[in-house]
DNA sequence: GTCTATACAACGATAGAC
DNA sequence: GTCTATCGTTGTATAGAC
């Protein structure tokens, strides 16, 4: 799971993750699912968490009938609450299915023994490219934390400040060693976190810019070192 | 409509500006509104369009049941009737009271004679200055996109790409003035909005850091400053 | 394991008394 | 100009045949 070997290959792994995530979901959830054969559980609840991001992503969740769930996926009304229990434990498994991946590609990510100034590039480039791999779920899971109940919100809100961690985390050892200058670490992650948000959340801006996720991931890295990296005092002295 | 002089001062002027507005869209709508009493119907009418976004921004403008509405605002269902016509067409009143303040102040703020430097941040504080007073209709009008009918929707797209060019004009005028360094003005630009949409949209980011309005801006200006003033090469060279 | 048919609650909107 | 009562529709969830 190393993102700078180009995004392709990171979509390979991250398909094969999901895969496996949805079979631990599968079996997390065995008493409550009528559904017996491991592999039929785990195509069709593979299948339903698809089309659930889709019409969620079109409509909101809020105004995806359980019918319309019903008859995109091809699977009757009946059918459908043996695998889901409830609209609600659907909306909880899916945001668990999103949860698993992120901690398992961001701890890796971090991981690596890097410098600061390529951390921060790894850092950036994984958020993205599972981001880019996972779109419907990030998009759904922004945009949807209304209808969360209480629990789901605050490991939403956890989420958001751990991944901010990673950046701040590094943003202060890079000060440390000297390689950016960086007067208030949380505060520059916390504005790093919206340019990385904005790729799964506005992405025709970008579709009609022909920008992809690597071109994308350049521009952002260059322009976020032009800000951080160490330098002489610029050449335009501040207005009165 | 200055955000120079601070936010204090420019917030008192939006509250002003959207009296007058929600008086425009009360004649706009005389013939479909049932109460003749213009200055009973503009007053209740600006509760009712607060009431709905305060609901819409906790619950979801779908999930607001217009028994809620009625409930919260203290006017009866039929009586709400007499306003509204349709749930639907108090979206679209809603919609039309916030795109005529941000019509009004942004290109207020782009008027002004500055240098570009001073002018980037002239757009940035009345930006956010703007959102800081208008956040409810702000979070509301990006977070309800999904259920914008098609003109709504495109309208919104072209508001987006409106403010966008505010700043990629002003980047662009840098540019040639030899003030500021950038490459792509256009992408830059659609970089910027993010870091403006993150203040209304994770309020409580910022909340929980005890940084306010101002101090964003502050803080914002000298991220985007770093990142964008012409400047000698930084000291630390690039990795293999 | 899957289907059709249906129960029951909540919604948007309106009618008619005051 | 405001209210209460009610209509028809749509939503979630389940029962029972296959």
Redesign the interface.
């Known amino acids: 799971m190393r993102p700078s070997s180009g995004y392709k290959e990171f979509k390979r792994q991250i398909d094969a993750l999901k895969a496996d995530i949805c079979r631990e979901i599968y079996l997390q959830n065995k008493e409550r699912i009528r559904v017996k054969n491991e592999d039929v559980a785990v195509a069709r609840l593979s299948a339903i968490f698809d089309h659930t991001l889709e019409i969620s992503?079109?409509?909101?969740f809020?105004?995806m009938s359980v019918r319309d769930l019903s008859e995109h996926s091809g699977i009757s009304m009946g059918a459908l609450y043996s695998y889901i229990e409830s609209k609600d434990k659907l909306l909880e498994m899916i945001l668990c299915m999103g949860r698993m991946a992120v901690t398992r590609v961001m701890t890796q990510a971090a991981a690596e023994p890097l410098?600061a100034?390529?951390q921060l590039r790894q850092l950036l480039r994984a958020h993205l490219y599972l981001t880019e791999a996972m779109q419907p779920w990030f998009y759904f899971s922004y945009?949807e934390t209304?209808?969360f109940d209480r629990e789901a919100r605050e490991r939403a809100?956890e989420g958001?400040l751990a991944s901010e961690r990673y950046f701040s985390d590094c943003l202060l050892r890079g000060s440390a060693e000297g390689?950016f200058e960086v007067?208030?670490p949380?505060?520059?992650a916390?504005?790093i976190?919206?340019?990385l948000?904005?790729w799964y959340?506005?992405r025709?801006?970008?579709r009609r810019?022909n920008?992809g996720v690597e071109a994308y991931a350049d521009?952002?890295i260059?322009?976020?070192?032009?800000?951080?990296?160490?330098?002489?005092?610029?050449?335009?002295p501040a207005?009165p």
């Open positions: 992503n079109r409509l909101g809020q105004a410098d100034r390529n945009m209304k209808h809100l958001e390689v007067r208030d949380e505060l520059t916390a504005m976190k919206p340019l948000q904005d959340l506005k025709w801006k970008y810019r920008i521009a952002l260059e322009f976020l070192e032009a800000a951080l990296l160490k330098r002489p005092a610029p050449t335009v207005p």
